[in-house]
């Protein structure tokens, strides 16, 4: 794709000017008269790199900026302004999206819909926010469909904020626990050892062994950081294939606390994606594709994609979802009955909400638990630290005879 910069005249008289994506010279005009544009002056221009720092540095877009583009788009297309128009206005608006709009301009202008667009961009769109597009742009109720796609990232963003948040303090308390016991190791000890050897003497088993831990550290902390770093490549390495995902999700899954928090986030991902498609007009099997991409866990997302192949055949969505013994009785039992009532759009939203709300509680009553044992256990290292030290102190006198 090439930058180019245009000044035009509309059918109204009106001015336009700025930049627009395109693969040629030619297709550039091509644009720009479908927009039934006057040409008044179209040049080529360098790529400007507009990116924030978190795009350059992570090649990606921001949730919150692509929360921001669904907020704006929704209501610029509420208020009457055509697509390419509000497109162009964002544009303007976001220097992190700048390229990438540019390229969807691009795509709108020459006549692709907007859904396959979005979908040159999954980094950007996820395949929920594709296939919502897709279904406003055939109800011709794009803004609306905006809005939905900014309700329910703003939902899911918030999901993770408060997870984050509630993760802050455990994770300050432990960095502060290992920072201690670092510079105790490598600062303080060494000086009361050279203290201890000038004095002679043997000292207690617990300080010896602080001093032994402490000269090993000095010596070999290179070792010990190659091997942490070499696990951590390696791990990462196998989990990059599907065989280690596999195995990793199957492992999350007997874990007796891990494997109800993975049920209820697979359970409001799966059932939020799905019940927001269904809600915008999709059938039900294009769907529940969808809802199964957004699945992270491997064991759920096969046997979800097996009950799938059963649905397509005429089964019903409650029964192979009790097939695959990964949903509560709950959760079953509610979609069973909005199957027969036709509201099943809104019932797997309302459990979805549920499913999020039960999971924070969880991790919320974990954290509180887990806050006053790291407290201990670091009072209890550092305070095995501090008695290692004070032993020798104590039996002074028996080390200067």
């Not at 350059?56 to 697509?83: D, E, M, Y």
């Not at 019903?316 to 909005?338: P, Y």
Request: hydrophobic share 50%; charged share 20%; with cysteine.
């Amino acid at each position: 794709m090439k930058q180019y910069m245009y000044r035009c005249k509309t059918a109204l008289g009106e001015n336009k000017a700025g930049t627009l994506s395109a693969e040629s010279f030619d297709a550039a005009v091509t644009a720009l008269f479908a927009k039934d544009w006057h040409i008044v002056e179209l040049k080529s221009v360098s790529v400007q790199k507009t990116h924030s720092v978190a795009h350059r540095f992570l090649n990606r877009v921001s949730k919150k900026t692509v929360i921001h583009f669904n907020r704006q788009l929704a209501r610029l297309l509420h208020a009457g302004l055509p697509l390419v128009d509000a497109l162009e206005a964002i544009r303007n608006q976001m220097p992190d999206m700048h390229n990438t709009l540019d390229e969807i301009l691009a795509c709108v202008s020459r006549g692709e819909a907007l859904h396959l667009a979005f979908s040159k961009h999954p980094k950007i769109f996820s395949p929920l926010c594709v296939s919502m597009v897709k279904a406003g742009e055939s109800a011709g109720a794009l803004d609306k469909t905006f809005e939905r796609l900014a309700q329910l990232s703003e939902a899911d963003y918030a999901n993770r904020v408060q997870l984050m948040q509630s993760l802050m303090y455990p994770c300050s308390v432990a960095t502060v626990g290992l920072a201690t016991v670092f510079i105790f190791s490598a600062f303080v000890l060494p000086r009361f050892t050279m203290v201890f050897e000038q004095m002679g003497g043997s000292l207690p088993a617990i300080t010896a062994m602080l001093v032994a831990f402490s000269d090993f550290a000095q010596q070999w902390w290179w070792l010990f950081l190659v091997f942490c770093i070499a696990s951590f490549l390696l791990l990462r390495a196998f989990f990059r294939h599907e065989k280690g995902r596999v195995l990793r999700d199957q492992f999350m899954l007997r874990i007796p606390f891990f494997f109800v928090l993975v049920r209820d986030i697979e359970t409001s991902q799966f059932t939020r994606t799905l019940g927001a498609q269904i809600e915008a007009g999709l059938p039900m099997l294009p769907a529940l594709e969808v809802a199964i991409q957004t699945m992270q866990n491997r064991i759920y997302r096969k046997a979800m994609t097996t009950a799938m192949e059963r649905i397509r055949e005429g089964g019903a969505l409650s029964d192979e979802m009790r097939r695959t013994g990964l949903f509560t009785l709950s959760v079953i039992s509610l979609t069973q009955t909005a199957e027969r009532g036709s509201l099943l759009d809104q019932t797997l939203m309302e459990i979805a909400e549920d499913a999020a709300a039960e999971c924070a509680r969880r991790i919320r009553v974990v954290l509180t638990l887990m806050e006053p044992v790291l407290i201990v256990l670091v009072g209890f290292v550092v305070g095995g630290l501090v008695i290692a030290m004070l032993l020798p102190i104590f039996n002074i006198e028996e080390m200067l005879l």
